[in-house]
């Protein structure tokens, strides 16, 4: 069945190894049938969820007025979700946080006009090499995952890639394709 998918980058750092990633990933999607929609976090004017609690006020889910305009007809059609991204202390990168942050407004039920989104993966890499440091952000992706009620389609994990273009030297752009594909 053909789906739409949203994958979101986070990375600053126009083709790097998480912007390969999501590259390499949307590739396969679009190999098997799939529809893709590529936003790039890291260039677009998005502001953090400042807890207004002013969600829906202004017929769209968030009252502020930047670039999440622009990413909300995605995340009220697609089916699932990739985010894709270098670890960053931990975490997501401020940029992409900035969007999980907005989708507050959804709830773990939805908004008026609730996300379609049912399924999600994670693609991210690493300059560091200790797996222990990723256990951060794969626990916040998996609990935002279950909170929104997406199925989690998989995790895969790059270490060891922090210099541009280091990720050719590894399978893992092979290994996004197929989940692309697979999805």
Known sequence: MKKKILVLTGSPRKGGNSDMLADAFIAGAKSAGHEAYKFETAFMDLHGCNACN???????????????????????SCDAVVFAAPLYWFAFPAQLKNVIDRFYA??????PRPMTIKESVLLFCSHGTDEQGYAP?????????????WKNRGVLTVNGVGKPGEIQKTDALEKAGQMGRDL
């Open 137 to 149: 952000i794969v626990k916040i992706y998996e609990m935002s995952a279950n909170y929104l009620g």
């Open 106 to 111: 959804y709830g773990g039920t939805g908004g």
């Open 54 to 76: 002013t969600c829906w006020s202004t017929d769209t889910a968030c009252s502020q007025k930047d670039d999440f305009n622009k990413l909300e007809p995605l995340v009220e």
